[in-house]
């Protein structure tokens, strides 16, 4: 009963470094979304899908790429990162307009 | 764009007392969710409201959403120890989500 599972949970990159964050669930949901946390600001949507092969712009998608493959997976990567991306990242899915399930957070730091 | 603004952005409460935060869109709502984010934590689901002006509760929380659903409220009555932690807002434009800016709650004992 895994639900939404993110990987890495910490991570330290230096400027310039590009890396992927992992995001699987296993609840056969449509809709995929990626947010990042930063204080006083709530949850911000970076990148969402709403099925295998289809994926759209949120709020802040400057600096992030993503695709998906599968409906399982949803990656999210940082192509040259930032000290401003230095954040806590969640993935979230549901289907439909329902409940969003997130997973545990991936917590980035960029020096 | 889309906004969704919550107040207040931090509330401090002796255990025991009540407490209430306000959530508005700036836009018509299809449908109003509230999460709550304990300390370190991922946000996790607590309620859906759908209807102009429903109120829905559990146990200690209850829950409203505006006659133009554009606002919703959450309530906790004699709060305790268990119920810190950050409180979001969330509400569904097209295929965004979008979240206000929470509240976080300290309980003190």
């Known amino acids: 009963n895994a639900g939404v599972t993110q990987t890495p949970k910490f991570q330290v990159l230096k400027t310039g470094q590009s890396m992927t964050l992992q995001c699987a669930q296993d609840?056969?949901?449509?809709?995929m979304s990626w947010y990042r946390q930063d204080p006083g600001m709530g949850l911000r949507l970076i990148h969402y899908s709403v099925g295998a092969g289809i994926t759209d712009q949120g709020e802040v998608p400057n600096g992030y790429n993503v695709s998906r493959s599968t409906t399982e997976d949803f990656p999210l990567r940082l192509l040259s990162a930032a000290p401003s991306q230095t954040s806590v990242y969640f993935c979230?899915?549901?289907?439909?307009?329902?409940?969003?399930?997130f997973g545990e957070g991936s917590r980035l730091t960029v020096l | 764009g889309q906004q969704v603004m919550q107040i207040p952005q931090y509330q401090h409460v002796q255990e025991g007392e009540d407490f209430t935060t306000y959530c508005n869109s700036s836009?018509?709502?299809?449908?109003i969710q509230w999460y709550k984010q304990r300390p370190g934590g991922h946000p996790v689901f607590l309620i859906q409201?759908?209807?102009?002006?429903e109120v829905k509760k559990q146990k200690r929380l209850t829950f409203q959403f505006g006659e133009a659903k554009k606002n919703s409220s959450l309530h906790i009555t004699a709060t305790q120890t268990t119920d810190v932690g950050t409180y979001f807002c969330a509400g569904p434009a097209g295929n965004q989500f979008y979240f206000g800016t929470g509240t976080s709650l300290t309980v003190i004992p």
């Open positions: 409201l759908v209807k102009s002006g």
């Open positions: 609840m056969n949901h449509e809709y």
């Open positions: 979230a899915s549901t289907q439909g307009t329902g409940e969003l399930f």
């Open positions: 836009t018509t709502l299809s449908n």
